[in-house]
């Protein structure tokens, strides 16, 4: 298995632009989440699907902030539009079941300019 | 609310000592305890994990320890080397699939 799968690696753009992060969890796993990783914040779950459903949102900054699972093979989190404090690694994980441990992907380092 | 505290925030120690690093959880109800470890410019990956029905855990060099009474838990690195050197974070699930997070633990290991 290739484990979870994030593109693009890397993102710059500049402020005001649509970003667009994808992913593919791990086949078979039921749980996707999306977490933001800055120095001054440090680790945030956004927002996490089972099933493709979306669970718990409360963690997306605000309305700017969208993600979309619409089957179980792919997931999008989006940025409209994008600023400069949104600047950070952006992660993905699946999950087997709870319980378990989640696997992260590697990540998505987005610069906004 | 859910919460996890980590400490310390950073950790110095010399190849061959043991490095410990502490979290307490605020929910009872918390019964899964992974531990990530994230090296410079990667992915956390998990190391290991302890269910609530366990006391503790080892495997080889790093154990796992669980206080139910005291809702605390800590990371045990024996025979430490310069690549355990990174960032660990614990973290705890309060009866859900949802994990909370520590703040992280800067772990040195000076050759």
């Known amino acids: 298995d290739a484990g979870v799968i994030q593109s693009p690696r890397h993102e710059v753009t500049e402020m005001g632009q649509e970003v667009t992060l994808r992913c593919k969890p791990i086949s078979g796993h039921d749980y996707l989440f999306w977490y933001r990783q800055t120095m001054m914040r440090g680790l945030e779950l956004l927002i996490y699907f089972n099933n493709n459903v979306p669970i718990d949102d409360s963690g997306m900054p605000e309305d700017r902030f969208s993600a979309k699972m619409p089957n179980a093979s792919f997931s999008t989190l989006k940025i409209q539009p994008s600023e400069p404090r949104d600047s950070a690694v952006y992660f993905c994980a699946s999950l087997a079941a709870p319980g378990r441990g989640q696997f992260f992907g590697p990540g998505t380092r987005l610069t906004v300019l | ?111």
């Open chain 2, 1 to 111: 609310g859910e919460n996890v505290e980590q400490h310390p925030s950073t950790l110095s120690v010399q190849e061959g000592d043991s490095a410990v690093i502490k979290c307490t959880y605020s929910d009872s109800a918390s019964n899964y305890f992974p531990w990530y470890k994230q090296e410079l410019g990667k992915r956390p990956q998990l190391i290991i994990d302890i269910r609530s029905n366990v006391g503790e855990k080892k495997d080889q060099r790093i154990a796992v320890t669980l206080n139910k009474t005291a809702k605390h838990f800590s990371l045990h690195i024996t025979e430490t080397q310069p690549e355990d050197s990174a960032v660990y974070f614990c973290a705890a699930s309060f009866n859900t699939d949802k994990l909370i997070f520590g703040t992280g633990t800067r772990l040195q290991v000076f050759p």
